[in-house]
């Protein structure tokens, strides 16, 4: 024979034996199908108590943006009366907000996280690679759980970041009054010693005009005259003029009324934190229909699967165990 007809049949043999090894395989298995059935009916069976006993995790989400202008209006108009044409802009004053929300809702995530009994809120974009709107998700045993549980979250670092900038606000607004008043009274001292100092200079003309024995006035136009001139008006003239002078209003300029202004446009202002919100739903907390797990139909055909697999193990392991021939 050949080298290569002995090689024919060396490769026939060879594949002959392996059919004969796998068709001895399928009638293992077929002669065991009770056991293997067996264990695959105790699998099932343990899945199903494991779905009875398994905890239900159920996700809420929500998507959150940027708030509405109407959302912020109260504390827009703060800082525009406080800060007039060097106020923040609306979309300043929308991102400072929600910035300040995301920060927090992280933070809380953070801390729900490492407490004794972890709870799962996620914090991701919405859209990836922008920054807003933004997703928020929470899981928990139930749907209306997650549900409500995800709406208290959102809605307490809602109050905790609006209180957190009303009282900013408040502070600024405090602030100002005590600087417009401060300014306010600066200005009433300053324009009554200016006519503290009138009166002194009429009072000093009047005297060297009754010493000059000058009583009708010596000038057509007095506004021409200068503080040491001034007695040349008359002692008639000077001593109507002090009576009018002392009742006469202090000579305050533009300032000061501008200052009075916004002083009162700032004591009209009202704090409304329960009508400012730091974000706006795109998307309410949703109440989930299906929960991630633990899967029913997956559980039970992974039970099946691996009742099958060990079933099938245990019949071919028995089947070689007892077929085994120690070698002499």
Known sequence: M????????????????????????????????????????????????????????????????????????????GMNVLYGPGAPTIVDIQNRFFGRFNSAISALSEQLDNQEKPEKLTIEESVKGQPVPLKVSYVSTSAAEA?????????????????ELDDDLKTSINSKVEDLNVDLATKEKIAQEK????????????????????KNTLVQQAETLSEDTLFVLGSDALSATIKNEATRPLPLDESYF???????????????????????????????????????????????????????????????????????
């Open 2 to 77: 050949n080298p290569d007809n002995h090689n024919m049949v060396k490769n026939h043999t060879g594949s002959t034996q392996e059919s004969i090894d796998l068709i001895d395989v399928i009638v293992q298995l077929w002669n065991g199908k009770v056991t293997i059935i067996a264990f695959a009916v105790l699998a099932i069976i343990l899945a199903v108590i494991y779905l009875f006993v398994a905890k239900e995790k159920w996700t809420s989400e929500a998507i959150v943006t940027l708030p509405d202008s109407g959302q912020i209006a109260n504390y827009n108009n």
């Open 147 to 163: 549900q409500k549980t995800l709406t208290t979250y959102i809605q307490q670092i809602n109050k905790r970041v609006v209180t």
């Open 195 to 214: 006519k503290d100092k009138r009166l002194e200079i009429l009072n000093q003309a009047l005297i060297v005009a009754q010493q000059s024995n000058i």
């Open 258 to 328: 501008n200052a009075r202004q916004t002083l009162l446009a700032i004591n009209a202002l009202k704090s409304k934190p329960e009508t400012t919100y730091a974000f706006r739903y795109v998307m309410k907390p949703s109440l989930p229909i299906r929960r991630d797990s633990p899967k029913k139909g997956l559980t039970l055909v992974l039970g099946a699967l691996v009742g099958l697999i060990l079933g099938s193990g245990v019949v071919l392991g028995r089947n070689a165990l007892r077929n085994y021939k120690p070698v002499v």
